[in-house]
Structure formats: structure tokens, C-alpha cells
């Protein structure tokens, strides 16, 4: 067992791991933060894609261990004080889900990437999301809600807020 | 009035919680005390099972059990039954091997589970089923459905003599020959539809428990209809009473037809649950779900069409084999007859049709409906056959399609395979699809891309579906062993929101938002006022889920019509309040009016009475459900 201490959703978490233990594991089992989901065991679905220090990663295929000192936001902490983020209200005006297994990877990941390209073309979005698969929406309103949600931050002026 | 009701641009009630991550899938839901369940697989597609030597692993401290077929049978358990009875053209049964959860004493599919192990980890269970030695004697396979209709093929069950579960046939075939008879060409085609693997992103999960005090289970599981598994897993299964037995489908991660039927796993999970003495975990991964989730599709078909030269079609005989897998799943052998064949005429005018189609043990994972079951088969061999009709005749393809299309004067329409088309318009259908996609635009579109280098084609397609599987006594003759029935409970508050009961399920479909707003349509509500209760079956009175295009039309019927009573009810109360006749009182925009004058009282007025009943009229019955 080794002992890590990092930050999640804001608030400092320590935990006793096994040195083989996910992350998404220790999400999932160890902090009870069950909107990480797992939807294959080779890394392609993208349904755990989390936040680590900023940036979009697949946390089925990261090591909790690596994390100490870490910040790490899930689609738990991407809300605040109650207010959608501007892509989670993007994939609610635009139906974006169904089902919402895949849904949480997808907005993480499409979160991080308006801070890399706040004016994705459609063409750039659909290959962003070449690490996320949906089996509901065939990705057409999912690539809606991110464009829309891309042109609403600039409207707003706003930086891609997390 | 409501600004929810039907045909509203509603945005869906269920969004925010999957939005903020706080939907509630199986795998989301951990037990007090829980152990985990991993299966021991087999890695051939036949091997008869030596024995099963789980000394070490039931050495690892943590390892609460290892259990195998032989504890199965020596429990005295039943098998996963099939859901529907088809019958050869001679006259016999389909062959209905049994298909025990844990494979006793041969494994028929690569995944075919043989044992499992329990522990108080999923690691651990991991770890110590690698420890489990499994003596099997590897057997030659069938392993395609080419392979298996072969004279000499290996046998999947010796019950099963050339590997045919039925032989089956539906249309006349004298009909069939003396329309082939009176032709100028018979076009012929062989088409293979090859098997899916459905691939749900949530893969198959079960948490069952026991409680030794009431000895009852509850088994959450990710399934499209809840009420089904518990009526199989008493009734056949396990034998536990219907009462005893609680089963809960939460939120389901899509299911596209695989969740519908009782899997191995669900039972054996609610089986060891009771053994061990604590709730037990078991959640597929995406490699397991592969070997284990019930595939689709899986025909191979030679057909011939009988046509005139100038383009009339005549007649069509097809011939199916169909891929059954190893074992019976639920609507296995109803996929490939009763979903398949009737949709053979498409939406033509032919003379007769004729199909025959055998239903093909593999040594394979089970074959079973998958998003349209057995119909997209059904149209993708008719369409392909009018493209080709079309190219050996020189005739236009759209012109062959509405040449040979039922005309919107000839219904209703007594197809030559069972079905009577009551109403339709084919040719505005057509048109409007035609017009939309701007087809008289295309060869401009492609002689574009062809400027870029690139190839561009068009397909066109006519699709009719026999959808919605309801109670009725055509279902019955035909060989459902299920009812199909639906129920709708719609429970008003003292305050006038209601909530309603539903036995479909909603697994992506938005029902939580849609069935609402039919409520709230006929109540002159807000759907903000309704809740849909699903997936429970201590909560939902019965129900047959989700699957084959029911939920609506079935299940909203349902819901509708319970409406429809609240109301009636509703009226007697208003009645009596406003002193008037039940007669003269109307319902309109969520109030009880007096006709003709301006005394009204709003719904949630008379919900209130009704359970706050100072002055009531006792013929009508509380609660006001």
C-alpha cells in the first residue's frame, strides 16, 4: 500500500492505494465519484476521460500512484456553486445525450479542448473526438453542443472557466 | 394549457444528473459487506470439461466460493429459458436444448462460463480464478454458420441432427412456384447479413443480495426490462417465488437489444448471493461483454425474385440459414421467423411469397434481436433484390419501386405473409424523400466530386416495420410464450403533481421527459409536475420493458388511457363540488368546467379533495390513482 495525497474537485484527498491501483479506480472506488465511467479495458472509449492539472486524460490509463500533488477535476467538480458549466448546459439545450454513459468523457474532453481552440471548426471537433465513442446520438448533436457552446464563451467573453 | 405537453420542444428532465455525473448506473451501486463474482470462461469454442480443480484458489485467503455447473445441477436448478416457440413445417418443436448458467459438463462457445469464483475483491476473484485448473478436452467446432450447415460438421447438441433447431416456413409455396411458372426472368441474389456484436457503452453489470430474514433477493442489473428477468429468473430458473425476488434496471447505459434477456451472469450473481451470505458484484468488461452479450443478425440467404420484363414483380422465395449460437437465447428463434420473414414483401404487390428459413446451432456466442431484429434483414435482402431486379432489366430503380409499390387506394392490404397493411401512402413517401434529399440533383453533385477526385453514390431504400409487440391473439398463435402486455399507474398528490408508474424502461430513450409530456397534455400541467417511475419491479406493477419500438406505443397507450380514468374520475369529484351534473362537466386546459357557464375548478383543487374529503361524493374511489 502507499499513501498519496493530491487534490480532487478542489478538496485535498489522501488515500491508501495499491501501487497498481487506476486512477479511475481510485475515483470511482475509493472517493465514491461514480460519474467517471468504464466502457472498455483497451483505453478507446474515452467514457473516464478526467482533468489532471488542467488537461484532458483517460484515467483507465493512468496510475493513481503518479498523482501526488496533483489536481484533479471530475465531471463531478466541473458545476460550480450549482450552475452548469457552459458545455454541460450546451449538451442540455442541444440534446447532445441519451443514455449518458459516454456523456461525462465527453464533456471533460471537449471542455479541454475550447482552452486549446476556443473557434473549433466542425471538422476539428469531430476529430477531437476521435477518443470518445457514443452508441446513442451519433455524435451529431454532441458536435452541436460543442460549437454552440464555443461561440456562447466568446459571446460571453469568458475564459474557458473550470 | 400546457407549454410541455406533446409536440413541445421540451429540453429532457433526465440531462442534468447524467450532465453532472450523477447518474446511477449497476456499477455505480456497491452493497455493505459486498464480494465479487469473476467467471472462469472457457477459451474454446467446444471442449468437454474434464473437472474443475479450484483447491488453490479456494486456499486464497478473501475466496469466499468457487461454484461450477455440477453445483448447479446438483441445486436442482433450472435453465435460461427461450421466450418463444417455433414450430418445424413438419409439425415438431424447436430443438430447446437446456442452457444452464455454468456449462456442467461441456462448454459450446468461446465465453461459455464453467465456473466462478467469489471474493471479497474484484482483484482478488481475478487472481484466484487464475488458480482454478479446468481439464478440458478440446472438441472439434462449428464455429461459422457456413461450417456448421456442412454434412459432416461437428454437432453442438446431439438432440440437434444437422445442427437445426427448426426448419421452418411461412407462405404458400404452390403459390410461389405457379407465380414462377408465368415469369420472363427469375433474378437470383445470395446475401450474407453477418453478425453484430451490439456493444452497449455501459457494459452488462449485477449486484444482487439476500436477505436470509424476509429470504428474499434484490438483483440490480443493467437490463431493458426488469420485470421480464424477474418473471424468467422465478418462473424457470431459479424457482424462487415472484414475490421474493425484487429487480432493479437504475439508470442502463444503452442496451440496443442485448439487454432484454436473462444472462448467465444476473443468476448466478442472485444464486451465490444466498451461498456466501453477502451480496455479490459482478461487472463485464468490454473484452467479457464480446464473449457474453447476445450478438445480432448472423444469416446467410439465396433468393429469387419471379418478374414480368416490363417490371412486375411477381413472386420471391427465399431461403435462410440462420445463426442461433449455442444455446436458445430469449427471442432467438422468434428474430429470424416471425420478425424476418413477413417483412419479406416489403411494401410490393407480388403474387406469393415464400420463405424458408432453418435456425442453425454454432459453437458461438447466442444469436438474438438486435436493433430491428430480423426486419432490417428483412429489407436490406428485399431492397437489394429490386437493385438488381432493376440493373438486369434496364428499368430505373425508382421507377421499379413505384411501379411495384401498394397504392394508396388498395389499403387495407392483405400481404401474402400474414400482416394486413391497414393504411399508407408509399408514393408520398417516396416523393418526399426524394424531394429532400435533392436526388434529381445528384448527378450534378456527382460529377463534383468527382472534380475532387473523390466518388460519390447514392442508395434508395423502402422500409416497413411491424413494430410495437402488444397482447394479441395473433402473438399468441404465432408462439409468444410472454404476454406483452403493458401497465400505466398514474398517482395524483394531495397538491395535484403526479407521479407516474410505467413498465418500460428508459435507457436512452428519454422517456423520464417524453411519457411526461403526455400526462401533462392531457392535464393541462407542466411537466415539471410529473415524475416517471421505471425500473423497479416492488414499484411498477408489471411491465415488459423496452425493446422493439413498444415504449410508446405500448407503454404511452398505457399511460394515456390511465390518464383518460384520473380524469373521469376527476370529473365525478368536480361534480359534486360545483353542484353540477357529470355530465355538463368538461375538461379542458387543467380545469373541471360547467359547460356553458363560468364555473370552474382547477385539477389540483379536486386532488385535494379527493384526499382531503370534507365533502365528497363516495361512489368515486380514492387514492386518486
Redesign the interface.
Known sequence: MTRIALEVNGAPVEAEIEPNTLLVQLLREKLDLTGTHVGCDTSQCGACVVHVDGQSVKSCSVLAVELEGAKVTTIEGLAESGELHPMQQAFHEEHGLQCGYCTPGVVMSTVDLLKRNDSPSEHEVRAWLEGNICRCTGYHNIVKAVLSCADKMKAGGAAAAE | MSNTGIGKRV??K????????????T??INLPKQAYAHFIRSPHAHARIGGVDAKEALALPGVLGVYTGADWVADQLGGLPCGWLVKSKDGSDQVEPPHLPLAPEVARHVGDPVAVVIATSR?LAREAASLVEVDYDEQPASGTLAKAIQSDAPQVWSEAAGNTSFDWEVGDEAAQQAAFAEADRIVEIDVTNNRVIP?????RAAVASYDPNAESYTLYTTSQNPHLIRLLLSAFVMQIPEHKLRVIAP????G?GSKIYPYSEEVVCTWTSKKVGVPVKWTA???EAFMSDAHGRGHITKAQMAVKNDGTMLALRVETYADLGAYLSTFATATPTYLYAPLLCGIYKMKAVYANVKGIFTHTVPVDAYRGAGRPEATYLVERMVDKVASELGIDRIELRRKNMIQKDEFPYQTPLIFQFDTGDFEACLDTALEAIDFAGFEGRRAEAAGRGMLRGIGVSTYVEACGLAPSAAAGALGARAGLYESATIRVHPTGSVTVFTGTHS????HETAFAQIVAEKLGMEVDNIVIEHGDTEKIPFGMGSYGSRSLSVGGSAISKATDKVIEKGRKIAAHLLEASADDIEFEGGEYKVKGTDKVLPFGAVAFTAYVPHNYPHEATAPFS
Open positions: 429540453k429532457r433526465e440531462d442534468r444528473r447524467f450532465l453532472t455525473g450523477k447518474g446511477r448506473y456499477d455505480d482483484e456493444n452497449a457503452m455501459e457494459p439508470d442502463v447505459g444503452g440496443f468488461d468490454r473484452s435507457h436512452g430513450q428519454g
